[in-house]
């Protein structure tokens, strides 16, 4: 999923077809070790206690991009560079996590004021149910990993100094001016 947003803020649009499937056929072992290896990880900071186990998800929460960035990146490497490229940034995942749980939240009490108030229809809680998670798949997940993106990107180019392309003005803004 991550490839996706990436290609899409780099504006290298591809068919959906095969950015599905890209992400099961690119390296699909490096990846799934990956992912266990930071599960590991993780696991072992919450059994010390929870707070640092928290720390440490933030900052192991970059590999996924980093595999995607650098394809010749070992699964130990991509944790390693994730914990050093989120040093400084934490905060800011966490309270921008912590932002769209709000949301999830406000949505969902939105949603169940709606359902009580209503005769207590099967067919209505199905119905609002559908509503829910076509709010959600459709416009609070993709902004979310969208902002996420965003920042990944920001924090890598941060990290190695690439200064970010301006987009350049369109002809038809430029002469209006």
């Known amino acids: 999923m991550q490839k996706f947003y990436i290609r899409v803020s780099e504006d290298k649009l591809a068919s959906k077809l095969e950015l599905f499937l890209d992400g099961f056929m690119d390296q699909p072992l490096r990846t799934v070790l990956t992912g266990l290896l930071v599960f590991i990880y993780t696991f072992l900071w919450l059994l010390l206690f929870i707070i640092p186990g928290l720390i440490k998800a933030y900052a192991y929460s970059m590999w996924l991009y980093l595999l995607d960035k650098d394809p010749s990146l070992l699964a130990n490497e991509a944790i390693t ?72 990107k920001e924090i890598y180019e941060g990290y190695y100094g690439i200064e970010s392309q301006e987009m350049p003005e369109s002809p038809e803004v430029s002469g209006l001016l």
């Open 81 to 152: 560079l994730s914990n050093k490229l989120t040093k400084g940034y934490k905060l800011r995942l966490f309270l921008m996590d912590l932002y769209f749980v709000f949301i999830y939240v406000a949505l969902m009490i939105f949603f169940y004021i709606l359902f009580r108030s209503s005769s207590m229809n099967p067919f209505f809680f199905v119905l609002i149910f559908i509503l829910l998670l076509v709010v959600f798949i459709g416009f609070i997940y993709p902004k979310y990993m969208t902002s996420r993106t965003l920042l990944f």
